[in-house]
């Protein structure tokens, strides 16, 4: 029997795992690859949180089925951390809900909101799952250039004219964006609120690097901006912020309707997140801003070492003012042949692994990002790899 699965149909492959492929084998040679391709947080996961978790697993009473939108006390420290960090207040009841990491809450989310047909905007290269999941819920992607920084964006969502009828659905941002580093200031969030009103747009705002930012520069909420919960909501992650990436703890807050619309989809898809999880976020939040700093002062240190590593292999890169990548332009020599061919040869010819261009969109072809999950050492090896690569 030959069957159809005509919404698998419509995903491309997964660029990615070509690569991880090719860095499987080499390393199956006993070639020493530095893994730089995956946004996957090396640092380990504070004391105090471990520990919570390893006292709340002890406990029977949390080995039962959790609540699909987050445990009351979770929700009720997720509202205090954005007054506390934000000066946003949020109803614990009605505004916000825990998910299984962002990218879970995410996708549901899309799907919870949107009809096959819909419009949804989405910045050019993105985060996959920031366009894929609007494909999956059917509906039509209109991309938006952003290699150029913010301003670009802004021109050209400016620019698009639709009938109030035929008006996009959503609107999907992330700054600090993945993966182009690009940062924004709280004037870029008070006109795309502007615009979402006057045009009908729901927001999607990925805050998932909200503490990975550098140099005195500050991650604004959307939801700072006065009456931006009337048009959006805010996702973030616990993985970069408190390195918990494999723990999939994120939550959604803003918009109550939409919120409400989440938490009902969820209600039918899944039990939660498994409590003892949610007793070490609520320690995360609470008690671990101390360690935040520390955390990105490892991002900027690495950060350092591979600009000034690129620079002196003659590729120079503009350093990153958050996340925790390197968006870089292929040298020119190399640009013809795209990111993926340019990411294999990486592979082959250096030892590195690094994510192509491609995998994020059209627009990032001429970009390969490095991901800043190796230690000082280990980019200087993988500095050394490249300097060779680039002038053999």
């Not at 299984?100 to 290269?125: C, M, N, Q, T, Y």
Request: charged residues 25%; neutral net charge; hydrophobic residues 45%.
């Amino acid at each position: 029997m030959d069957y159809r699965f005509p919404l698998i149909e419509k995903l491309p492959p997964y660029v990615f795992a070509v690569i991880n492929q090719l860095k499987m084998e080499a390393r199956k040679l006993g070639e020493d690859i530095v893994d730089m391709g995956m946004g996957n947080p090396d640092l380990a996961t504070p004391d105090p949180i471990v520990d919570k978790l390893v006292e709340a697993a002890r406990n029977p009473r949390n080995h039962r089925y959790s609540a699909s939108r987050g445990i009351p006390n979770l929700r009720v420290e997720i509202s205090r951390w954005y007054e506390r960090r934000y000066g946003v207040e949020i109803d614990p009841e009605t505004e916000a809900i825990a998910t299984i990491g962002a990218k879970e809450g995410f996708s549901h989310l899309v799907l919870a909101l949107v009809e096959p047909g819909d419009r949804v905007i989405v910045p050019d290269p993105s985060y996959p799952i920031h366009s894929f999941a609007a494909t999956i819920a059917g509906c039509e992607l209109i991309k938006l250039p952003i290699n150029d920084g913010p301003e670009e964006m802004l021109a050209a969502l400016r620019a698009l004219e639709y009938p109030r009828s035929q008006q996009p659905k959503l609107l999907v941002l992330s700054f600090p964006h993945n993966p182009t580093s690009v940062c924004v200031e709280p004037e870029f969030f008070e006109e795309i609120v502007g615009l979402a009103r006057s045009r009908g747009y729901l927001i999607i705002h990925d805050l998932a690097y909200a503490d990975l930012v550098f140099d005195g520069a500050k991650a604004p909420s959307i939801l700072q901006v006065k009456g931006a919960k009337d048009v959006a909501v805010e996702m973030f992650s616990l993985s970069k912020s408190y390195s918990m990436a494999g723990w999939r703890v994120g939550f959604c807050v803003g918009n109550r309707q939409a919120v409400a619309a989440l938490t009902r989809l969820k209600s039918y898809l899944d039990y939660g997140i498994f409590q003892p999880v949610q007793i070490a976020a609520i320690i995360a939040l609470r008690d671990c801003d101390a360690y935040v700093p520390e955390i990105v002062d490892v991002y900027r240190r690495r950060r350092d070492a591979l600009i000034r590593g690129l620079a002196s292999a003659g590729w120079e890169v503009p350093s990153p003012k958050g996340t925790m990548f390197v968006w870089a332009r292929i040298p020119e020599r190399f640009a013809k042949d795209g990111s993926l061919e340019f990411a294999k040869q990486m592979i082959a010819r250096a030892q590195v692994a690094v994510s192509p261009g491609i995998g994020f969109g059209e627009r990032g072809d001429g970009y390969v990002r490095f991901a800043l999950v190796e230690n000082e050492h280990r980019i200087a090896q993988a500095v050394r790899g490249i300097k060779s690569f680039l002038n053999s």
